[in-house]
C-alpha cells in the first residue's frame, strides 16, 4: 500500500488508541510486524501553544516507522500550524482526527465535530495539505450517527481535498465503541474514492483480519483494541495471509515481550512512571490467563521496576497457562 510516496510494506496497521499507542507500544507493534503505527489524538491547538507534553508525545527522532503523528482541531489555521510543526519532526505523514467523539474534544469543532460539518473537514484538509509536503491522511469515522451516516461524502471531500489515504472505523460516533463495525458502509466508501482507505472496527483474529482484506476492497485493514496486550497479532496475521496457518504464543515469549515493553518505557519515562504505566499493561498482557487477576492484586502491592520484574517472572515463568480463545495461547 502507497500513502502519498511512503511505502506501507504490510497492510495491517496499529490504529490510534489514547494513552496507549506511546512510543515504547508503537516500538513493540513495529518489532511485532504492524505496518504502521500512529501517535494517540494531539490537540493541534496545546501544540501551537508549545506545550512540551504534548510535544513530547510527538514521534521521536529513532523510532521505526511508518510512523504518523495524529493531530485534531477545528481551526484551519491552527491545524495548519500543527501540522507545519509535526512536519519538521520525525513523523512521516501527519493525519487528522475527524472521529473522536470525546466531549473535550468535540467541545474544540475537532474530532468527529466534523463529521456533522463535512464542509468544514475539506476547508480544514485542504488547508492542511497546501502547507505540508508530507502526506496528509484522516481517520473518520461512518457518520454522526445512523440517521445521518455521510461516509462516503466524507471520503470524496476529503480525497478531493487531497488526502492520501482515509481511515474508517465502522461505526457512527454516537455508537461509541457500541453495537458492531459496518463494513458494508466502509466497503461503499472504499469503492468511491481512488485513494487507499484503510478499514477499521472489531478485527479481532487473523481471520477476521484477512477476510476484511479481502471482501472489503479495503487497501489495508487498521487493528486497535485487539493488539493491546496482544501485539503479536500483527505476525500472526502475516503469516495467516502467506500461508493461512498461524502460530500460538507461549507464556514465556509474552513475558519476552512485556519485559522489552518495561525497559522501553522505563527508558522513555524513567522508572517510577514506566512500573507505573506497565502495571496496566499488565492487566492486557494477563487477560485470560489462569490466576491473573491474583497476579494483578500482587503487583499493586509492589514497588520498583526489579520486584514487579522478579513478579513477572514468576507468574508468566510458572507457565499459567490458557483460558483465551482455543487455540491463541499454548502453554511453555
Ligand atoms: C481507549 C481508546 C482510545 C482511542 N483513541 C483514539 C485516538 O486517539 N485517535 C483515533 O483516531 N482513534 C482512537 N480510538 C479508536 C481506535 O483507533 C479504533 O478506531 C477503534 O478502537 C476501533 O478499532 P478496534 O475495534 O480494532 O479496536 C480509540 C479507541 C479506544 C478504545
New binding site residues.
Given amino acids: 500500500m502507497l500513502i502519498g510516496n511512503i511505502e506501507i510494506k504490510f497492510p495491517v496497521v496499529m490504529?490510534?488508541?489514547?494513552?496507549?499507542?506511546d512510543e515504547p507500544f508503537r516500538r513493540i507493534v513495529m518489532e511485532c510486524g504492524a505496518g504502521m503505527t500512529?501517535t494517540?489524538?494531539l490537540s493541534a491547538k496545546a501544540l501551537t501553544l508549545d506545550s512540551g507534553k504534548t510535544k513530547r508525545m510527538l514521534p521521536f527522532i529513532d523510532e521505526p516507522g511508518p510512523v504518523a503523528a495524529?493531530i485534531f482541531g477545528g481551526e484551519p489555521e491552527v491545524m495548519r500550524d500543527a501540522a507545519l510543526m509535526v512536519e519538521a519532526g520525525r513523523a512521516d505523514m501527519i493525519?487528522i482526527?475527524f472521529?473522536?467523539p470525546v466531549k473535550k474534544v468535540t467541545k474544540t469543532g475537532g474530532g468527529a465535530a466534523l463529521l456533522r460539518d463535512v464542509k468544514m473537514a475539506g476547508r480544514i484538509t485542504a488547508t492542511v495539505v497546501a502547507a505540508v509536503k508530507k502526506p496528509v491522511t484522516a481517520?473518520i469515522r461512518i457518520g454522526w450517527d445512523l440517521r445521518t451516516v455521510n461516509v462516503v461524502e466524507m471520503a470524496k471531500t476529503l480525497e478531493d481535498a487531497g488526502v492520501a489515504a482515509v481511515?474508517i472505523?465502522g461505526?457512527t460516533a454516537s455508537q461509541g465503541?457500541s453495537g458492531v463495525?459496518d463494513w458494508d458502509a466502509i466497503a461503499k466508501a472504499a469503492a468511491a474514492v481512488k485513494i487507499p482507505v484503510i478499514g477499521?472496527?472489531?478485527?479481532?483474529t487473523p481471520e477476521s483480519a484477512v477476510w476484511r482484506l479481502e471482501s472489503s476492497g479495503c487497501a489495508g485493514v487498521?487493528?486497535?483494541?485487539?493488539a493491546l496486550g496482544a501485539p503479536w497479532i500483527f505476525g500472526w496475521i502475516r503469516s495467516f495471509l502467506e500461508t493461512g496457518k498461524y502460530g500460538t504464543i507461549a507464556t514465556v515469549e509474552i513475558l519476552n515481550v512485556a519485559q522489552r515493553h518495561l525497559a522501553m518505557m522505563a527508558t522513555c519515562y524513567g522508572e517510577v512512571a514506566a512500573m507505573r504505566k506497565m502495571r496496566g499493561w499488565l492487566g492486557y498482557y494477563t487477560r485470560g490467563l489462569r490466576n491473573g487477576a491474583a497476579f494483578r492484586r500482587e503487583i499493586n502491592r509492589v514497588e520498583g521496576i526489579e520486584p514487579l520484574g522478579a513478579l513477572m517472572e514468576e507468574f508468566f515463568g510458572a507457565d499459567p497457562g490458557v483460558i483465551k480463545e482455543e487455540g491463541t495461547v499454548a502453554t511453555s
Fill in positions: 490504529a490510534p488508541i489514547a494513552g496507549m499507542t500512529t494517540e489524538l495524529q493525519d482526527n472521529g473522536c481517520k481511515a472505523h461505526r465503541y463495525a477499521n472496527g472489531d478485527i479481532r487498521m487493528v486497535g483494541r485487539a
